[in-house]
C-alpha cells in the first residue's frame, strides 16, 4: 500500500491528557498537510510542511497543538491538555509539488478519529 | 464570508441517473485551483477531479465532469450514470494560488451528502 498512513485509527482519552499521531505520506510527496473535521463538516486546514519546514499554521492551531515532520518523511500532531472540543476526525494528507508537475491533488489518508471522554 | 459554497445539504439520486452537486466559490486570485472530493461513511477522502482557473476545457474523469463557469465563480460536479457506489458526502474545495504557492491549503465547502436509490 503506497498511499497516506495515518495511526493510530481512533483514540479514546480523558480530557487533560496527551496524545499524539502519526502520518506516513506517499514516500515521493515533498508536502504533508494536517487538517481537522468535525462531524457534519469538511475539514479545515491547520498547519502544512515542505520537507521538514513548517510553512503555515492555521489560527486553529492554538499553542496546545504542535506539529513535527523531522526528517521530511512521516509527521506527527501532538495535542496537549485535551479538551472536549478537542474531539474530531484529523486527516493527513500529502502532495508532490515540483517544477514541470503540474498541479498535483491533495491525497488523504484514513484519518485518527479523537474521542475525548 | 464563506469561499466555498455547497447549498445542498443533501441529494437522492436515482440509480443509473446523472447528478448535479453545486458549488461556488469566492476568491480574488486569478490563479486558483477546484478540487472535489468524495467522503464515503468509511472516512476516507478520495479525490475525484481537478480544474485549474486557466483550463479552457471543462475537466472530464470518467464519469465524473465538471461545469466550470468562471464568470458566476461556480463548479458544479455532475456524476453521471450514479451506482449504488456512490453514495457519500461530496466536498468541493479550493486551492489559491501559483507556481510554489499553489502546494498550499484546501479550503473546503460543507459537503453535500449524496444518496443512491436501487
Known amino acids: 500500500d503506497t498511499g497516506v498512513s495515518q495511526d493510530p485509527r481512533h483514540k479514546i482519552t480523558k480530557r487533560g491528557q496527551n496524545v499524539t499521531f502519526r502520518c506516513d505520506p506517499i514516500?515521493?510527496?515533498?508536502?504533508l498537510y494536517w487538517y481537522r473535521q468535525t462531524l457534519g463538516q469538511g475539514p479545515e486546514f491547520l498547519t502544512y510542511?515542505?520537507?521538514?519546514?513548517?510553512?503555515?499554521k492555521s489560527r486553529l492551531l492554538s499553542d496546545r497543538f504542535s506539529a513535527e515532520r523531522p526528517k521530511g518523511s512521516f509527521s506527527t500532531l501532538e495535542i496537549q491538555r485535551t479538551e472536549q472540543g478537542d474531539s474530531a476526525m484529523y486527516l493527513c494528507?500529502?502532495?508532490?509539488?515540483?517544477?514541470?508537475?503540474?498541479?498535483?491533488?491533495?491525497?488523504f489518508g484514513d484519518g485518527t478519529r479523537l474521542s475525548i471522554l | 464570508a464563506q469561499k466555498i459554497t455547497q447549498t445542498q445539504p443533501g441529494m437522492f439520486v436515482q440509480e443509473k441517473e446523472a447528478v448535479t452537486l453545486d458549488c461556488t466559490y469566492d476568491?480574488?486570485?486569478?490563479?486558483?485551483?477546484l478540487f472535489w472530493y468524495k467522503q464515503p461513511s468509511s472516512g476516507e477522502m478520495i479525490f475525484l477531479i481537478y480544474?485549474?482557473?486557466?483550463?479552457?476545457q471543462n475537466a472530464t474523469e470518467g464519469r465524473y465532469s465538471l461545469n466550470f463557469q468562471k464568470a458566476r465563480k461556480s463548479a458544479n460536479l455532475v456524476i453521471s450514470a450514479s451506482q449504488l457506489g456512490d453514495s457519500a458526502m461530496y466536498f468541493c474545495?479550493?486551492?489559491?494560488?501559483?507556481?510554489?504557492?499553489?502546494?498550499?491549503?484546501?479550503?473546503f465547502g460543507g459537503g453535500t451528502r449524496v444518496l443512491v436509490k436501487p
Open positions: 494528507a500529502s502532495s508532490l509539488v515540483a517544477a514541470g508537475y503540474g498541479n498535483q491533488p491533495q491525497h
Open positions: 514516500s515521493e510527496h515533498n508536502r
Open positions: 510542511f515542505q520537507n521538514e519546514a513548517q510553512l503555515e
Open positions: 476568491t480574488s486570485d486569478q490563479s486558483y485551483g
Open positions: 480544474q485549474g482557473s486557466y483550463d479552457e
Open positions: 474545495a479550493m486551492r489559491e494560488g501559483r507556481g510554489k504557492a499553489a502546494g498550499n491549503k484546501l479550503t
